[in-house]
Structure formats: C-alpha cells, structure tokens
C-alpha cells in the first residue's frame, strides 16, 4: 500500500547547497522516484557537488528552466528547457546550476528503491539538524554513515570501493546513534530489518 510521506508540492531548501527540494509525488513504494529540485544562482547538488554514485539506478535530469551541468564520469553534459541528460547507474556524477538565475528541474530515479524516503531525509537534515553539517555544507562522517547504512545500495561516494564504505558505514552506524545523531525519514520496514542484521557485527569489533 503506497504511503504519502509528506503533503504534495512540500518545499524544503537546503542552504548550503542553494538547493530547493520540491516533493511534487511523495508517495512511497512506486516503480520510479522523481520529485524537482530548484537550485538557485551558484547552487548545486550531491551533498554540495561531492561526486557519488548510485549503484541500481539511472538518475534522469530534466530541465524546466534554466540551465544545468551535469558531470558525468568525469566529462561535462549540459542540458537547458526542454532536454534532459541521464546518468547510468554506476557512474560517478554531481550537478550544478549553469545559469545566471534560477535551475528548475526534475529528477528522476528508474529505479525507485527507497530514493524519495533518502532525499527527504537528507532535505529534512539540512533544515532541522543543521548541527549534522560542516560550514561548508558537506554532511559530517557520523551523519553521512548512518545514513548512507541504513539506505543501503542507494549512494556511494565516489573513490573508495563500496565495500570498504559498506564496512565503515557498519562500524560507524552504532556509534552515530550514541552520540545523538537519527533519521529524520527511516527506511521501509524491510530495508530496516536487514540493516539491522548488520549492526551486531560491527558491536563486535
């Protein structure tokens, strides 16, 4: 049964990027994931333009107004009104706005896993727990793994292997939660449980 996690057209920016979260279909458990983003002059996107992946999904940008780069694999792909530029899944990637005033663009996962509960997480972060973040508005580590554990095969960071961000994010997790730091939005019950199965070993270290 699909839930509505927030109220449709819910807006949140995230000041540190010049980034505007718009919610435009918050429901969960649909086939793909799509909300818009507007990023204003100078802004960005990808925790303030740091290069990830998404391991299962393409990601579709596609432009409303304005004009936006996108660098995929190292290589820069623009797109303005009307175009669109998808980044395969695996492929190291982070955007930012190309134009002299306001980006509007829709974004789009092919593949919805859990996307829409992980970016209404991280967008709720950035306007209630503003501690999470350094002043140059990149999540702090502690933040960024629990996170990036509880929301498993959603975002990797680009460079290190996945499986040494795996094992980090495990060992990391726990810690995060005793020094205060939680989940805005939670994953899906099933997501959780298999997260959970993970926590003891990392206990255990």
């Given at each position: 049964m699909s839930e509505t996690l927030v109220p449709a057209g819910t807006r949140i920016l995230n000041a540190y990027n010049n980034e505007t979260f718009v919610f435009t279909q918050p429901c969960d458990?649909?086939?793909i994931t799509h909300f818009d983003v507007v990023l204003g002059q100078g802004g960005s996107g990808g925790g303030n333009a740091v290069e990830h992946?998404?391991?299962?999904?393409?990601e579709i940008f596609t432009v409303h107004s304005g004009r936006v780069m996108v660098m995929i694999d190292g290589r820069e792909h623009y797109a303005k009104e009307g175009q669109s530029v998808t980044v395969?899944?695996?492929?190291?990637?982070?955007?930012?706005?190309?134009f002299d005033g306001e980006t509007h663009l829709t974004v789009?996962?092919?593949?919805?896993?859990?996307?829409?509960?992980?970016f209404l997480n991280l967008a709720r972060w950035t306007s209630e727990e503003p501690r999470y973040f350094k002043a140059d508005g990149a999540v702090k580590l502690l933040p960024v793994a629990l996170a990036l554990h509880a929301f498993r095969d959603h975002l990797y960071i680009a460079g290190p292997p996945i499986a040494v961000q795996?094992?980090?994010?495990?060992?990391?997790?726990?810690?995060?939660r005793l020094f205060g730091y939680r989940l805005a939005v939670k994953p899906r019950a099933g997501l959780?449980?298999?997260?959970?199965?993970?926590?003891?070993?990392?206990?255990?270290?």
């Amino acid at each position: 049964m699909s839930e509505t996690l927030v109220p449709a057209g819910t807006r949140i920016l995230n000041a540190y990027n010049n980034e505007t979260f718009v919610f435009t279909q918050p429901c969960d458990e649909t086939s793909i994931t799509h909300f818009d983003v507007v990023l204003g002059q100078g802004g960005s996107g990808g925790g303030n333009a740091v290069e990830h992946i998404h391991p299962h999904s393409d990601e579709i940008f596609t432009v409303h107004s304005g004009r936006v780069m996108v660098m995929i694999d190292g290589r820069e792909h623009y797109a303005k009104e009307g175009q669109s530029v998808t980044v395969p899944k695996g492929a190291r990637h982070f955007f930012r706005n190309d134009f002299d005033g306001e980006t509007h663009l829709t974004v789009t996962f092919t593949t919805a896993q859990q996307h829409l509960r992980f970016f209404l997480n991280l967008a709720r972060w950035t306007s209630e727990e503003p501690r999470y973040f350094k002043a140059d508005g990149a999540v702090k580590l502690l933040p960024v793994a629990l996170a990036l554990h509880a929301f498993r095969d959603h975002l990797y960071i680009a460079g290190p292997p996945i499986a040494v961000q795996k094992l980090l994010f495990t060992i990391l997790s726990p810690l995060a939660r005793l020094f205060g730091y939680r989940l805005a939005v939670k994953p899906r019950a099933g997501l959780a449980a298999s997260v959970e199965q993970e926590i003891p070993f990392a206990q255990n270290l």
